[in-house]
């Protein structure tokens, strides 16, 4: 069974940094995406970056505009170090994955908050 657990998040005032963890389980995970997303109340969820361990490919989402930056150093964790957090910010950040080639997420974290006082 796949899991997909995040940690890091919490309170930050505007200006500061959190890194954002999150840890898979239930099979080996290098050649598949991780990837994390937010998603702010009333809002939609927002694509932030993904990572493929197996080659170093990442992407980015260009509206971070170089603020945020996912990282994987084994198969199995990701991260995303996100600086100069704006209220703007403030949201449930989760974490997910999916078979390489497809489209759709289908495995997600519970979601860490992030809250980004002003």
């Known amino acids: 069974q796949v899991q997909l657990v995040e940690s890091g998040g919490g309170l930050v005032q505007a200006g500061g940094s959190l890194r954002l963890s999150c840890t898979a389980s239930g099979r080996t995970f290098n050649d598949w995406p991780m990837a994390w997303f937010r998603q702010a109340p009333g809002k939609e969820r927002e694509f932030l970056a993904a990572?493929?361990?197996?080659?170093?490919?990442k992407q980015h989402a260009d509206s971070l505009k170089g603020r945020f930056t996912i990282s994987r150093d084994n198969r199995n964790t990701v991260y995303l170090q996100m600086n100069n957090l704006q209220p703007e910010d403030t949201a449930v950040y989760y974490c997910?994955?999916?078979?390489?080639?497809?489209?759709?997420?289908?495995?997600w974290g519970q979601g860490t908050q992030v809250t980004v006082s002003s």
């Open positions: 997910a994955s999916k078979f390489r080639g497809t489209k759709e997420y289908v495995f």
């Open positions: 990572a493929i361990y197996s080659g170093g490919h």
